[in-house]
């Protein structure tokens, strides 16, 4: 009888921005890369999060910090998101994107973290490996069974049910939609939930901070989103309306199984 058995799996699950953080690993864990990980993790949050009222981010938003005073990572970070809201024409508003129609830079920080999670588990020699937050995950190397990490793609509607599976090898995926936490994506034109034809919106590619933030502009967006990843080299989409119907594009299908 033919066949690649599974090589064992150890799983770590820590809380982190408010969600699971789960990390699993094919091979050594060394215990200094998971606290390494989490401890970077956690100055992050400290840094980001729009819930502590001492983290940088309420600081700005309340007016009692500067952005020229914040720290160069902050700085950086709020660059990229007014990159993106040039390059979506707008859709993309870490400004105005809170509950409060204040600055919330979710939309890219939580990508950017795991990509960041992801560099100092391979700094730590770390190099099979899945790590996901809140469902948005990069996965490293060939996975238990060689040929990549397997990661299904939740039906919005019924949480028990997948309605797809794809394999990630060094790629990561992300979704954006109302599922999880309704109401969390702003229409920052109105200050209300946003409105869109996705009850989802699915990125996969190479990127874990790039895949984030374009599942968060794509399903803003609409049925133009799908175009917007189709342009894209290495990336691809997966998209449910509201009637249940499903749309990919050809560079998510090529990574299904």
Sequence with gaps: MSGTLDEPITRVVRKVFGTAASLAVVGPLPSAAVEATFARLNEIED?????????EICRIRDGALTRAAAHPETQQILDVCEALHEESGGIFDAWHAGRDGGLEPAGYVKGWAIGVAGALLREHGVENFSFGIGGDITASGGGPAGIGWSVGVVDPRRATTLVARVVLRDAAIATSGQSERPGHLRDTATGG????????????????????????ICFLEGRAGMQRVDQEPGYGALAMDSEGVLTATAGFRARTI
């Excluded at 409105?195 to 968060?216: E, Q």
């Design 47 to 55: 840094r980001f999060s729009t819930y502590r009222p001492n983290s």
């Design 193 to 216: 939930s946003t409105t869109s034809p996705w009850l989802s919106f699915t990125v996969v590619g190479p990127d874990i901070a790039r895949v984030d933030a374009l599942a968060t």
